[in-house]
Each structure stands twice: as C-alpha cells, then as structure tokens.
T-cell receptor
Framework: AQSVSQHNHHVILSEAASLELGCNYSYGGTVNLFWYVQYPGQHLQLLLKYFSGDPLVKGIKGFEAEFIKSKFSFNLRKPSVQWSDTAEYFCAVTSMNTGFQKLVFGTGTRLLVSP | NAGVMQNPRHLVRRRGQEARLRCSPMKGHSHVYWYRQLPEEGLKFMVYLQKENIIDESGMPKERFSAEFPKEGPSILRIQQVVRGDSAAYFC??????????????FGSGTQLSVL
C-alpha cells in the first residue's frame, strides 16, 4: 500500500536550534511531494512543494526540503527555528498511481520550540 | 476572498445520531476534497467531488458515510448513526481545478466531531 512515514512524532527544540524532520514515501514512480504546516487553531498551509527540477526546494518562512530519490525521502529543514515555528508539520505525496489527484499524508510531527 | 469555510468547528453527537458537516469552498473553486484525521494519525483521504459529481470515494467507509456537492450550496459530509470511532477532525479542501499540482489547494480549519 502507498504510504508516507514521518518517524518523529514529537520534536522539542530551543530557539535558534536547527531542525530536520524526516519524511519517507513508498512509491516507486513519479511523485509530487509537499510539506504542510498547521499552526495551533489554524488550517493547513502549504510550506513548500517539489514537482521536478532542483531537488533542493525552498519554501516560506526559511524552510527548505531536499528530495533524495534514491532514499525515497523528502526531509524538511530549517537552520534556525523560532518560537513561532511551533506547529504540526505534515509531509504529503501524490503519485501517478492515483492520477496525482489524491494527497497521501504522513502522521505528522508536532514541533515545540521553547523560547 | 474568504477561505474555505467549514462549520461547525465543533460538533458533539451521541451514538446513533446523525452528523452533518458543511464545507463552503473558496469562491471559484469547483473541486472539493474531504479528509479525516483520527487521533495520532495523519490525514486520510475520504472523497473527492466536483459540482454534482463524486469523482473518487475510495476513502469513504462503505456504510453510514455519504458526501455531496450540489450545484448550489456547500458540500456536505453526512455520517449516519455515529459511533465513538467516528470521533475525529474532518478537513475539507478546495481547488479551482484538478491539475494535480495542488498549488491552489486550500484547506478549511476543520470540524472536530466528538461522539459521546
């Protein structure tokens, strides 16, 4: 079955620490990859996406992600987190298997940044 | 331009009652997706609708669940005879087209359903 794995369910960091959240997917073919963020009490927002081209993708708020095809990974990074980055982060994938019409989400990672 | 509006934000039902969740897509959006988030799980796709048509309902439970997106009015996710296991956050998302890029996919804030 198609799946997306986020291995870190909870991450606690101090401000200015570096962040890396893992995401692995199980599709073998062409994929589109996404990271979404959900701030407390708010709706899901798109952070960044990868369709093709440069595997290092830059998104909003200083986030970036790297697509490594050989590892089926799309890890999210930020060099220096802020307290306002406290949120839940979801990795998601669409693939040719579903006609690119269905987002499959990981279980999410809750990030708590302490001031 | 208002975002995707879901109501109610919180819905409490007793076992056996019906739950109706509403989703008004963004203006100009004719594609609606429903997702469910169970505790400690990611969002799971339920159904994809266009105006008056169900395109993909592969994620919908076979019984008690139904969805519609009429020509006029919001999309409705209906759960009949709710059980405790239906307690979850239900998210709606809308997009103007189905290109698959999801660049123009916007989510609502969700409806938290609690079944007593």
């Amino acid at each position: 079955a198609q799946s997306v794995s986020q291995h870190n369910h909870h991450v606690i960091l101090s401000e200015a620490a570096s962040l890396e959240l893992g995401c692995n997917y199980s599709y073998g073919g062409t994929v589109n990859l996404f990271w979404y963020v959900q701030y407390p009490g708010q709706h899901l927002q798109l952070l960044l996406k990868y369709f093709s081209g440069d595997p290092l993708v830059k998104g909003i708020k200083g986030f970036e992600a790297e697509f490594i095809k050989s590892k089926f990974s799309f890890n999210l990074r930020k060099p220096s987190v802020q307290w306002s980055d406290t949120a839940e982060y979801f990795c998601a994938v669409t693939s040719m298997n579903t006609g690119f019409q269905k987002l499959v989400f990981g279980t999410g990672t809750r990030l708590l940044v302490s001031p | 331009n208002a975002g995707v509006m879901q109501n109610p934000r919180h819905l409490v039902r007793r076992r056996g009652q019906e739950a109706r969740l509403r989703c008004s897509p963004m203006k100009g959006h004719s594609h609606v997706y429903w997702y469910r988030q169970l505790p400690e799980e990611g969002l799971k796709f339920m159904v994809y609708l266009q105006k008056e048509n169900i395109i993909d309902e592969s994620g919908m439970p076979k019984e008690r669940f139904s969805a519609e997106f009429p020509k006029e009015g919001p999309s409705i996710l209906r759960i009949q005879q709710v059980v405790r296991g239906d307690s979850a956050a239900y998210f709606c998302a809308s997009s103007p087209d189905s290109t698959g890029g999801f660049e123009k996919l916007f989510f609502g804030s969700g409806t938290q359903l609690s079944v007593l």
